[in-house]
């Protein structure tokens, strides 16, 4: 059986805005597929159209060889025949009913004493012991959203959907959940379609992702490949790419992590929850460039790599210059100072950045 | 006091309240959801017992119940006695004079359902059924509430179409609103005046306990 979820469909709403969605999701195993894009992009609709909430006006959505969704065939599996996880934006928990009766409230099915056990359970797995008669208004906005999940997670469904888990939140919240997430959705082996246009948010939690513009796919994969190699402007625009490589931590040792990156070591301010692997980002403007050869004067700045350039790309004022480091870096110079250097393609050169200016995204 | 005539009141406005929140709940149900494009067609429809003249409603109803009718003709056929001027009549007419107020407090309470919660019940393997039952009525209950407090009340003080529908039959079709007017007529101003005094009690009564059990509710109250 074909374990993956095919979406070749598209959504057309009255005054010509038009939804395309092509794409495919793992359905075998714990994956993260992240739908990121710009406000306005389609991602919500997208979603929509996976759980069945939207109708597609065109194409069709698979699930295992399963249809859920054919325009053709005129099929339209309902949201209550698809076995999904669907989590919302505002959580939408059932106001008048208990912590409790939430979470239970999707396994009518069940007699009473195995509801109970699994709910139960889930109180137990989303840390929320001892709030199992609250109503949700008595919540914060962290126990909602792990009631939210509780409730989608009860019926043990085959795929999870999360509409912004997170914007609810606060921003250490956040941090602390991403990580919790991943660990929990890992620990169920459950695929997870996740909505964003937080970059970070995306870098951690995602494995693939499918980039959305306008209404369309740009580009969908792994979310490195799709980081390295945009497959054109827009979706470097959309990603905000400079340099975002994965690296291997090292060490933590008094708020300076070592990370390392191919060949190369790069020292980094301790963003706090890093485990084995993280996401080294870096914008062009924090990299200065110096020729190689030239007896350093004495700097605060922690990273000096030496690397050859291999493109140069004038952009107005400034000079993009793409390094290879042992993994490629960008940086973005002042026209003035390319010319002061004369620096041409080919040329060695050491890149320096501030420990402070390279932002890590943990992502186990 | 005409106390037959109260009990009967009492009897007529309790069942067209039941009968009416059996026929309302689909039909409100219907009107907050579909897409329909003629759905302004059968508000319009429902509403229009707000604005009719009793009188216009009564002459009508009073035609379709007639044995003449088909309506009529079955009833009379399978009951025996004819349907104006009966008990019967009276309650199929207050049904429909009172459905106003039963239909636009429960379908403006469902529609102000948050989407969200309904389709987080379906993705929930809920039907659309047991979803209504599950989350759109529980949290409608302050709609259902004004829908019967409403419907009984507008019963109990119904007038025109009693009296074109049901005439005056002491006990039969004599409720108390019409009792108040024999005794008018007959001059006969202390018991119109007890009569008088307690629908004003029970009407302000009902109406103060809906408001009191409805006073921690978010939106400020509207009638309808």
Redesign the interface.
Known sequence: MDAHLICDAERRYPGGATIEARFEVPLDGFSVTVLFGPSGSGKTTVLRLLAGLERVDQGRIRAGGEAWSDAAQNIHLGPQARNLGFLSQDYDLFPHLSVYANLGYGLRDLEASARQARTEELLELLDLRGLGERRPAELSGGQRQRVALGRALARRPRLLLLDEPFTALDRPAQLRLRRELRELLRGLALPTVLVTHDRDEALHLGDRIVVLDQGRVCQSGDIQRAFDRPTDPAVARILGVETVVRGRVEGVAEGLATVAVGPARIFAADPGGLGQQAFVCIRGEDVAVERQGVAPSGSTARNRLPGTITTLHAEGALVRLSLDCGFPLECLVTRQACQDLGLVEGDAVTAILKAAAVHLIPHD | MDWQAVRLSVQLASLTTLVLLGLALPLAYWLAFTQRRWKFLVEAVVAMPLVLPPTVLGFYLLMALGPRSPLGWLWERAFGHTLPFSFEGLLLASVLYSLPFMVQPLASAFAGV?R??I?????????RF?TFV??IV??SWGGILTGLVLSFAHTLGEFGVVLMVGGNLPGRTRTVSIAIYDQVQAMDYGPAARTAALLLGVSFLVLTLTYALRRSQRKPWTLI
């Open positions: 948050e969200g919660l389709e987080a019940s379906w993705c929930l393997g809920e039907s047991r599950r989350v529980p949290l």
